[in-house]
């Protein structure tokens, strides 16, 4: 929920959409995969265009590359991401165990140490 | 809450608003590189002076247009339909509320202690104190434990209605005559908004909906005070 902006806090500025629907500031993943797609397709593009000095084809590749590189830092990012939150998540509620159990019967550690001291 | 003139999606405060705001915005990636190279191909074919009147088939092309598109659905597919079935698993609940709809506000019911219920009314402007939200606020709000499963039956006394909360990601029509079942769970506590979602008569707009999600004590705390 935003807050309602105070007197002397900068006003928030409208948040930029590339074709007025990709979000590239709030989604994790965007800049990059838009950033690395962009720079995938000058170098797919440009380096067709030294090889075979057909601009329109040129072209057309450097669209294929956009497309292609942008897709798969999509995923690549959003997997690595998914696994971190996942992480975060477990380590969270790791912490929170901690603090409720340290101590007490529930505790985990003093299971581990308990099953250590039996082997 | 949403923020004034905001387009996107609220902040997730469940799991599954979470991994719908994750689809959403893979969906809008593939939307966006569609987008992209169909106006691309709208200006090859404006700046084009090559011309084919003649044309008998193309069977390349054809495939192209044919197996990436499948493809494509299928890529949207999958993840939708894996949030989909997540959305129906059903844990073992720690409490069960009953949401009614009636015109034009909710009434709930906390069945699992004795017969603790309410009537939750939408605040007048007039009676908002200041940093509260018009049409928004209600005279009772429903009060949950957070971090729990919770199970909400909702349903309809009269016409049909819609229970929504957007930030928890849940919407499920209440039916005059039917159950329907929809799972609740908050990461954070908080307070979250919602409005009825399916039309209703004239004071359909002004039907909100708060949950209150608080600590398991404190949540305690407030159920054995309705009590008294």
């Known amino acids: ?119 | 809450m949403a923020a004034p003139a905001q387009l996107g999606l609220q902040n997730a405060a469940s799991p599954i608003m979470e991994e719908l705001i994750a689809f959403h915005d893979h969906a809008l990636m593939i939307i966006f590189l569609i987008s992209s190279l169909v106006l691309y191909i709208i200006s090859l074919m404006l700046t084009t002076k090559l011309t084919h009147t003649s044309t008998m088939n193309a069977q390349e092309i054809e495939m192209i247009w044919t197996i990436l598109p499948a493809m494509i659905l299928i890529m949207i597919a999958l993840p939708s339909l894996r949030i989909l079935y997540m959305t129906d698993e059903f844990n073992k609940p720690y409490l069960t509320l009953k949401a009614i709809g009636h015109q034009w506000y909710w009434s709930y019911e906390y069945s699992d202690y004795e017969d603790l219920a309410f009537d939750s009314y939408i605040m007048p402007t007039y009676f908002l104190e200041p940093g509260e939200f018009r049409l928004l606020e209600v005279d009772n709000r429903t009060t949950l434990p957070m971090e729990a499963d919770i199970r909400v039956l909702i349903s309809s006394q009269d016409v049909l209605h819609s229970w929504a909360v957007p930030s928890l990601g849940v919407k499920t029509d209440a039916i005059p005559g039917r159950l329907n079942q929809a799972m609740v769970a908050s990461m954070r506590p908080g307070l979250y908004y919602g409005q009825c979602s399916e039309i209703c008569g004239s004071n359909h707009s002004f039907m909100p909906i708060v949950l209150e999600f608080i600590y398991f004590q404190d949540f305690e705390v407030w159920a054995s005070y309705l009590y008294i």
């Open chain 1, 1 to 119: 929920m935003a807050a309602v902006p105070e007197p002397d806090e900068p006003a928030k500025r409208k948040p930029f959409k590339l074709l007025g629907i990709l979000d590239v500031e709030n989604i994790p993943c965007a800049r990059d995969s838009i950033l690395y797609g962009s720079l995938g397709s000058v170098v797919a593009g440009f380096g067709h265009f030294l090889l075979t000095s057909r601009i329109r084809r040129s072209c057309d590749v450097g669209v294929g590359g956009f497309i292609l590189v942008t897709l798969g830092c999509w995923f690549h990012c959003r997997y690595n991401y998914a696994k971190q939150k996942i992480q975060q998540r477990i380590t969270r509620q790791g912490m929170k165990n901690k603090l409720l159990y340290e101590g007490t019967h529930l505790d985990p550690e003093r299971k581990q140490n308990n099953g250590n001291s039996s082997n």
